[in-house]
């Protein structure tokens, strides 16, 4: 079991930047971990991904703004958040990706002037 542990997130102006991290309770060397986010009223949607290897992926609508990285020494996943859009309005989850599957209690994230 590894219980994941969302961070830093908040309320900012659209244009503005946010850093999210993930704790883990103990190593995810192994695994392939995720962002993922749920806006109101809408399905869960797939954000980042970042293999074992470091091997980084994204999906369309934050490509290019949002960056995954993670510090397998501290058993961290940030998601850093550049010129956020009223649209990026979500709660943020954290999760690994894989059998059996982990996910945080999640950090809310609003861009709102």
């Known amino acids: 079991q590894v219980q994941l542990v969302e961070s830093g997130g908040g309320l900012v102006q659209p244009g503005g930047s946010l850093r999210l991290s993930c704790a883990a309770s103990?190593?995810?060397?192994?695994?392939?971990m995720g962002w993922y986010r749920q806006a109101p009223e809408k399905q869960r949607e797939w954000v980042a991904t970042?293999?074992?290897?470091?091997?980084?992926s994204y999906a369309d609508s934050v490509k290019g703004r949002l960056t995954i990285s993670r510090d397998n020494v501290k058993n961290t996943v940030d998601l850093q958040m550049n010129s956020l859009k009223p649209e990026d309005t979500a709660v943020y989850y954290c999760?690994?990706?894989?059998?059996?599957?982990?996910w945080g209690q999640g950090t809310q994230v609003t861009v709102s002037s």
């Open positions: 970042i293999t074992s290897g470091g091997t980084t």
């Open positions: 103990r190593s995810i060397l192994s695994f392939t």
């Open positions: 999760s690994r990706v894989g059998i059996p599957r982990y």
